[in-house]
């Protein structure tokens, strides 16, 4: 067959993966992330220790699918193997801003002299540490380590003021080991 498509994906030996219907979990040593790969005519399955995404007579579309499938797999097998880490830094120059996490919640207090605390909640799988100046977001799902890091970024939002004047906020400065 001539436009028969198949990606394998190496895991490694540390890794375990296993598909039940369309949801590939992968379990390794720093967590476990699951996701549902459902897409008509590519199927995702594993084999000697290799993750198989395959279409048989592939479109232009389907490759591009298949693509995108391999690149979230490859995320998938990272993160079990190495955390995702999101660097945040705050900056205060108007009001001391006093920033903490209790749970599953982030908390920001007297942002601008506010009385009421900006708050947002987080998943179980990702881990928040303020030290100091800086925020650290671990997690083993870089779509969950990534989105709340921006929530948190996102938390800071100034309107109705000079962004030039009022610089306070939480940036995010490191994504995933690039920096910003």
Same mark, same amino acid.
């Given at each position: 067959? #001539? $436009?028969?498509?198949k990606? +394998? ?12 219907? @369309?949801i ?5 040593? #720093?967590?476990e ?5 459902? *897409? ?11 993750? !198989?995404?395959?279409?048989? %007579?592939? @479109? %232009? $579309? +389907? ?11 490859q ?8 955390? *995702?880490? *999101?660097?945040?830094? !705050? ?17 920001? %207090?007297?942002?601008?002299? +506010?009385?009421?605390p ?6 179980p799988?990702?881990?928040v #540490?303020?030290?100091? @100046?800086?925020?650290?977001? @671990? ?13 948190? +970024? ?15 906020g939480? *940036? ?9």
């Open positions: 067959m #001539k $436009n028969n498509l990606v +394998e994906i190496a895991t490694g030996e540390k890794v375990r993966a296993e598909v039940v219907g @369309t590939l979990k992968v379990k390794g040593p #720093k967590g992330v699951e996701r549902n790969f459902a *897409y008509p005519k590519i199927k995702v399955e594993v084999a000697d220790g290799k993750i !198989i995404v395959s279409s048989v %007579k592939a @479109t %232009k $579309n +389907e490759k591009k699918i298949v693509g995108a499938f391999e690149a979230h797999i995320n998938m097998v990272n993160g079990v193997t190495e955390l *995702y880490v *999101y660097k945040l830094k !705050i900056c205060s120059g108007h009001f001391p801003m006093s920033v903490s996490v209790s749970g599953r919640e982030f908390i920001i %207090k007297n942002f601008l002299g +506010e009385t009421v900006r708050t947002v909640k987080f998943s799988s990702v881990e #540490k303020v030290n100091g @100046t800086e925020i650290a977001v @671990t997690g083993s799902d870089i779509e969950l380590v990534g989105q709340t890091a921006a929530k948190i +970024e996102n938390l800071c939002r100034i309107t109705n003021r000079d962004r030039r004047i009022f610089q306070d939480c *940036y995010i400065t490191m994504k995933a080991g690039k920096a910003i």
